[in-house]
């Protein structure tokens, strides 16, 4: 399956090239896709799947967007 | 330390003893001031007007991030009492010259525009001169060169001197540049209305704020700046980023309020993102982290250049770049920072002014997107142009003269950059606000959508009430010492953050201060200001968003307003 992968803020390092179709097996966690491109768990903050908070272990979906970002804050 | 008090009209001036005001500061010094001092329902353009400029009860002193000014008086934009909050050097010179509140009263019968200029040796009120009718910028400049290099100001710009509804007072921060903002609610305007065009001080000669127990008031500050440098918002994403850090995740939400709060994403969101500015400054060598006042260890403002590498704007705010980016759908950077800095040279609220552009836009009399129309009509804000001045009167003013019923406002105030219908908790705080649709005054935002202090679906009105009312309570008391509110990221995941804050009140002043006063602290704030716009005429009526909200779904949750009248009065404190 693909998924719309973002990593924002300090995150942007980890970002893999074919971010906008990154291509993951079925039954892939949000957790799998952290280690798959080496971000440290607790650099992670606030997941958002199709815009909606989920946590570490949420489930991904063929076509899911997925949004990392550390902790942010302003306004 | 005294109260200054001026008269507008006479001139005069006099040092008063703080008698029932001692011990007080900021937001909770200004709010009782005006309660006291200024008739409900005054014309707030007229002479029964006060304008008071307070710093906290921490400003002056060592504190980190506690050199914030409260300016309040009687709001012209929503008829209610307002506390505006600004950054720059004013608050902490006012406090080193002993000056606990600076109350400007009464005003002139002609048109004759003064300067006051206040240093130890006292006060002058002189001639304005070839200041009158010339841009935040440029005074500074004349500023500078009749009162010293290090002379600070509040400044009204051409917009508060033609009493524009929206008009800011402007304040100069440490590199004596305009960039600050008292912006909300117009009391450029007010300040206009006494026509003065500056106050300048000079602290020469001023030694810091002495507090009681010093070697208390040491150790509690060292624990304080290790709770700010600890945590990683107060320490990386703010001062790495900016505010516009939020762009991307607020629209990640689908919160991002876009084409006047008509969809909750904006598909140019990544060229207006914080992180897209940041590149921007180092590419061209300016700075990205960059302090509002002395003592900030947060750094959250930057100071934008242009392509050539020259100084274009600082305090270039998340709330500024949605309103002249999303909101409009222009998606040029260079274009939105530009905006921000003809906003600060005229003296003009940037929120107000990108609600504005929007109704504007929604009315037909702009085409979306078009920044170049928007520059040319903020630039002309003090002509005789019918749709400018609308503009500068304000996001109600224009949906008012162009028959828009989209306009998004509480009590006259443009919402800022969050729908509420997708982070439910900061539209309690707009509705319910004394201040009119202000996202400063309870930062719900925090828990639904940035897991601080709490965690909640922003998309559901559990807990919504309860977390609004209590932040609206912890930002009256921040406001009331003087400490910048993005301290609260950091103080609200601490657990003994608010303790941290008590104990150097208690230092500070020499008596106990505990979290239990630092809540009777903002309650009584909130209750003055309740009891000023009951006095005004204001009811539960009037603490309702726009009833577009309640009508429109939004994309991409489909959610709606859906709280009662009833309901959202619990997030009041009377």
């Given at each position: 399956?693909?998924?719309?992968?973002?990593?924002?803020?300090?995150?942007?390092?980890?970002?893999?090239?074919?971010?906008?179709a990154y291509e993951?097996?079925?039954?892939?966690?949000?957790?799998?896709?952290?280690?798959?491109l080496g971000i440290p768990e607790e650099e992670v903050k606030i997941i958002f799947i199709n815009g909606v908070k989920k946590e570490l272990h949420a489930p991904l979906a063929d076509g899911d967007r997925l949004g990392l970002f550390p902790a942010v804050g302003g306004g | 330390m005294k109260i200054l008090r001026i008269n507008t009209r006479t001139k005069e001036y006099s040092f008063q003893e703080p008698g029932e005001y001692a011990g007080m500061g900021g937001r909770a010094l200004t709010s009782r001031l005006i309660k006291n001092e200024v008739p409900a329902t005054c014309d707030p353009l007229s002479g029964e007007n006060k304008i008071v400029a307070a710093g906290g009860v921490?400003?002056?002193?060592?504190?980190?991030?506690?050199?914030?000014?409260?300016?309040?008086?009687?709001?012209?934009?929503?008829?209610?009492?307002?506390?505006?909050?600004?950054?720059?050097?004013?608050?902490?010179?006012?406090?080193?010259?002993?000056?606990?509140?600076?109350?400007?009263?009464?005003?002139?019968?002609?048109?004759?525009?003064?300067?006051?200029?206040?240093?130890?040796?006292?006060?002058?009120?002189?001639?304005?001169?070839?200041?009158?009718?010339?841009?935040?910028?440029?005074?500074?400049?004349?500023?500078?060169?009749?009162?010293?290099?290090?002379?600070?100001?509040?400044i009204v710009g051409p917009a508060g001197e033609k009493l524009r509804r929206a008009a800011s007072i402007q304040f100069s921060d440490p590199e004596g540049r305009p960039a600050r903002a008292a912006g909300r609610g117009g009391l450029g305007a007010v300040m206009g209305s006494k026509r003065i065009k500056a106050v300048v001080l000079d602290d020469k000669?001023?030694?810091?704020?002495?507090?009681?127990?010093?070697?208390?008031?040491?150790?509690?500050?060292?624990?304080?700046?290790?709770?700010?440098?600890?945590?990683?918002?107060?320490?990386?994403?703010?001062?790495?980023?900016?505010?516009?850090?939020?762009?991307?995740?607020?629209?990640?939400?689908?919160?991002?309020?876009?084409?006047?709060?008509?969809?909750?994403?904006?598909?140019?969101?990544?060229?207006?993102?914080?992180?897209?500015?940041?590149?921007?400054?180092?590419?061209?060598?300016?700075?990205?982290k960059h302090g509002c006042h002395p003592g900030c260890v947060i750094q959250c403002s930057q100071e934008y250049v242009d392509a050539a590498g020259k100084y274009l704007t600082s305090g270039f705010e998340y709330e500024t770049v949605w309103g002249f980016g999303a909101n409009t759908l222009i998606k040029d950077i260079d274009t939105i920072a530009t905006l921000d800095r003809i906003c600060d040279d005229m003296g003009l609220d940037t929120i107000d002014m990108g609600g504005a552009l929007g109704v504007a836009m929604e009315g037909g009399a702009i085409q979306w997107g078009d920044g170049d129309t928007c520059m040319d009509l903020l630039r002309k804000a003090?002509?005789?142009?019918?749709?400018?001045?609308?503009?500068?009167?304000?996001?109600?003013?224009?949906?008012?003269?162009?028959?828009?019923?989209?306009?998004?406002v509480v009590k006259g105030q443009s919402l800022p950059a969050y729908d509420p219908r997708a982070v439910k908790g900061v539209g309690v705080t707009y509705a319910t606000t004394t201040m009119g649709a202000d996202h400063t005054a309870g930062y719900a935002v925090c828990q639904n959508i940035l897991k601080v202090g709490g965690d909640v679906n922003p998309l559901d009105k559990m807990g919504q009430v309860e977390i609004s009312k209590n932040l609206q309570v912890a930002t009256a008391a921040l406001d009331a010492a003087g400490l910048c509110i993005f301290v609260a990221f950091a103080v609200l995941d601490a657990e003994d953050g608010v303790s941290t804050i008590a104990d150097m009140v208690a230092a500070h002043i020499g008596q106990p201060f505990t979290v239990d006063d630092v809540v009777k602290l903002g309650t009584s704030v909130l209750e003055d200001e309740i009891d000023f716009n009951t006095a005004a005429g204001f009811t539960k009526e009037d603490d309702q968003l726009p009833s577009f909200f309640s009508e429109e779904t939004l994309d991409p949750h489909g959610v709606t307003w859906d709280f009662s009248v009833e309901e959202l009065q619990a997030a009041k404190v009377k």
């Open positions: 399956m693909n998924i719309e992968l973002k990593c924002f803020a300090t995150l942007g390092r980890f970002a893999p090239e074919n971010a906008d993951l097996p079925d039954e892939t966690t949000v957790a799998d896709v952290l280690t798959a | 921490l400003t002056g002193t060592a504190a980190a991030n506690s050199g914030r000014l409260s300016v309040g008086g009687k709001s012209p934009l929503t008829g209610t009492i307002k506390e505006s909050n600004t950054g720059g050097s004013f608050a902490q010179k006012l406090a080193k010259l002993g000056i606990l509140a600076l109350v400007l009263e009464d005003q002139p019968e002609d048109d004759s525009w003064v300067n006051i200029h206040i240093t130890k040796d006292g006060v002058t009120i002189e001639d304005a001169g070839d200041m009158v009718g010339l841009g935040t910028y440029d005074s500074m400049d004349k500023v500078r060169a009749r009162y010293g290099e290090k002379a600070c100001g509040m000669g001023c030694g810091m704020v002495q507090s009681a127990d010093k070697d208390a008031f040491r150790a509690a500050n060292k624990r304080w700046v290790e709770i700010l440098k600890g945590h990683p918002v107060t320490s990386e994403g703010l001062p790495g980023f900016g505010t516009a850090i939020l762009v991307n995740i607020i629209n990640e939400a689908g919160a991002l309020p876009t084409k006047n709060f008509r969809h909750g994403r904006f598909e140019h969101a990544a060229d207006i993102s914080g992180e897209t500015i940041a590149e921007t400054i180092k590419q061209r060598g300016g700075k990205t003090a002509s005789d142009d019918e749709l400018a001045a609308a503009i500068a009167d304000g996001t109600a003013a224009v949906g008012k003269k162009l028959g828009v019923t989209r306009v998004p």
